[in-house]
């Protein structure tokens, strides 16, 4: 019939690269409403599918194979098209081919297909790469919404912690403290590994702090000899006005004096600036001068 011969003209022209992929859609898209409920339309849906996909237009693609699914569900040619749906779908999720379309097209996408999210594993950490290009782009409140979920309803133990820690961040990042302290609480899980718990620990102070409890932030940083919890106490110290308090923590933030002829590396002169800012205020002359004395010379190399 002429819509069958027009069919593997199309197919002909797209081998031999004599048309554009568009204009094949276009050709395809009017032969499957001239033939409809047989075979014939599968295959034509089938190709136009694997042409949307080739070209990058991945809702038209498994919108097509959506049609195969639900008006043939009994017939094998259903169970091929809903493989390929899934498999179109990992390769978006996982193996990282979404990053050919913008986050928020990614991310509207993944909310009309998210009955193709894997089970399990595979599913999880879909889920959590969408959110990862989310952050990057500075979409907090879409990264928040999808892990959230996530912790909700898909995860448990150990993983629900860990995934719920990320959630509290985000939300830290995104100025919402108490949003970060309700994460910690609806991931609690009482056999964490201690680096978890640590991240856990002071997410939670850095918190508490941001909605104006700072005497709870300090207790919860207590017996924390890590580098970030030092960055954390002094920020809260300073804050608070407690500027003997903040000299000290400075002042193991920064560290021994530079060798003679040796430079501070910037990140730690600021840092000496600031045990510098907390002297002053403190009236400590005479750390002040001990200061200027240790590490002057290393802080004029820059």
């Known amino acids: 019939s002429g819509v069958r011969a027009e069919y593997e003209l199309v197919d002909l022209n797209l081998q031999q690269e004599t048309i554009k992929v568009s204009e094949a859609v276009q050709r395809l898209e009017r032969l499957r409403f001239a033939w409809r409920g047989d075979a014939f339309e599968r295959k034509v849906l089938d190709r136009l599918a694997e042409l949307y996909i080739a070209d990058s237009a991945y809702r038209n693609g498994l919108n097509t194979l959506k049609v195969i699914v639900s008006y043939f569900p009994k017939h094998p040619d259903a169970q091929a098209a809903a493989?390929?749906?899934?498999?179109?779908?990992?390769?978006?999720?996982?193996?990282?081919?979404?990053?050919?379309?913008?986050?928020?097209?990614?991310?509207?996408?993944?909310?009309?297909?998210?009955?193709?999210t894997?089970?399990?594993?595979?599913?999880?950490?879909?889920?959590?790469?969408?959110?990862?290009?989310?952050?990057?782009?500075?979409?907090?409140?879409?990264?928040?919404?999808?892990?959230?979920?996530?912790?909700?309803?898909?995860?448990?133990g150990e993983e629900k912690a860990a995934v719920g820690t990320k959630l509290a961040l985000i939300r830290l990042i995104a100025r919402d403290p108490q949003g970060a302290l309700d994460a910690l609480r609806d991931s609690f899980y009482v056999n964490v590994s201690l680096e978890i718990e640590n991240d856990r620990r002071r997410i939670r102070?850095?918190?508490?702090?941001?909605?104006?409890?700072?005497?709870?932030?300090?207790?919860?940083?207590?017996?924390?000899?890590?580098?970030?919890?030092?960055?954390?106490?002094?920020?809260?110290?300073?804050?608070e006005r407690n500027w003997g308090e903040a000299a000290k923590v400075y002042q193991r933030l920064v560290g021994d004096p530079p060798q003679e002829g040796e430079a501070i590396d910037e990140d730690l002169g600021r840092t000496a600036l600031l045990w510098a800012v907390a002297l002053k205020l403190n009236r400590d002359e005479e750390g002040l001068r001990q200061l200027f004395e240790l590490y002057g010379p290393g802080m004029k190399g820059n």
């Open 205 to 239: 102070a850095k918190a508490e702090f941001e909605l104006g409890k700072a005497n709870d932030a300090i207790a919860l940083l207590a017996g924390d000899v890590s580098r970030e919890a030092d960055q954390l106490r002094s920020a809260i110290y300073f804050r």
């Open 118 to 156: 894997p089970a399990g594993p595979e599913g999880n950490l879909m889920i959590q790469k969408l959110a990862e290009k989310l952050v990057n782009v500075d979409l907090l409140d879409k990264a928040s919404d999808l892990l959230g979920h996530q912790v909700k309803f898909r995860l448990g």
């Open 83 to 116: 493989r390929k749906m899934k498999d179109i779908f990992r390769r978006l999720y996982i193996d990282g081919e979404a990053d050919n379309i913008s986050p928020l097209k990614a991310l509207a996408l993944y909310d009309e297909f998210r009955e193709l």
